[in-house]
T-cell receptor, first 116, second 117 residues
Framework: DAGITQSPRHKVTETGTPVTLRCHQT?????MYWYRQDPGHGLRLIHY???????DKGEVSDGYSVSRSKTEDFLLTLESATSSQTSVYFC???????????????FGPGTRLTVL | AQKITQTQPGMFVQEKEAVTLDCTYD???????LFWYKQPSSGEMIFLIY??????QNATEGRYSLNFQKARKSANLVISASQLGDSAMYFC??????????????FGSGTKLNVKP
């Protein structure tokens, strides 16, 4: 299994507070992704990174920012959490060279975030 | 337009029977890959099977097979001899672009499979 951890695994916070979720990988994969999973929507891409300090927006990026200062860490920040951001957040990694066969994504265990 | 469509929100199957989970995709890129992931109630995403757009034969992995119909843009997952442990959410996903490039991935909304004893 790919070495991907997410922290925290569970968090309850209040509307308006900032929240940072961390994704850490030990696989040296180049690309990293943040998704949110909501019933009826599957996984939707929030932001992704194709290298250190290189990030871009996905389809549901409003209200989120990211940073990647090291290959192994990808941070997702909710600047001012809202109830609509209650979700399960997954980090994923991929690398077309290191995962040579399919270039599939490997997923972290997820973070369940509740915004009250 | 949706890149990946899964039209079956939920399905039931009797233990030991086969079941087909539907997936259609939309892309104009000639290079792409199709994936199926399983998500049990514990929440982790488990990779099941892969089909490349240039693969001539349907992919198989144990009890899983992928019925790839390129002209119809469908990539249905077939699970043979269902087991109780197959009860889970199943996601179809597409990697758009060549395998050696950076790619975005698109996911369907999922199908919840329940296997009945």
């Amino acid at each position: 299994d790919a070495g991907i951890t997410q922290s925290p695994r569970h968090k309850v916070t209040e509307t308006g507070t900032p929240v940072t979720l961390r994704c850490h990988q030990t696989e040296n994969h180049r690309y990293m992704y943040w998704y949110r999973q909501d019933p009826g929507h599957g996984l939707r891409l929030i932001h992704y990174s194709y290298g250190v300090k290189d990030t871009d927006k996905g389809e549901v990026s409003d209200g989120y920012s990211v940073s990647r200062s090291k290959t192994e860490d990808f941070l997702l920040t909710l600047e001012s959490a809202t109830s609509s951001q209650t979700s399960v957040y997954f980090c994923a990694i991929s690398d077309p060279i290191l995962a040579a066969s399919y270039n599939e994504q490997f997923f972290g265990p997820g973070t369940r975030l509740t915004v009250l | 337009a949706q890149k990946i469509t899964q039209t079956q929100p939920g399905m039931f199957v009797q233990e030991k029977e086969a079941v087909t989970l539907d997936c259609t995709y939309d892309t104009s890129d000639p290079s792409y890959g199709l994936f199926w992931y399983k998500q049990p109630s514990s929440g982790e995403m488990i990779f099941l099977i892969y089909q490349g757009s240039y693969d001539q034969q349907n992919a198989t992995e144990g009890r899983y097979s992928l019925n790839f119909q390129k002209a119809r843009k469908s990539a249905n997952l077939v699970i043979s001899a269902s087991q109780l442990g197959d009860s889970a959410m199943y996601f179809c996903a597409m990697r758009e672009g060549a395998v050696y490039n950076f790619n975005k991935f698109y996911f369907g909304s999922g199908t919840k499979l329940n296997v009945k004893p």
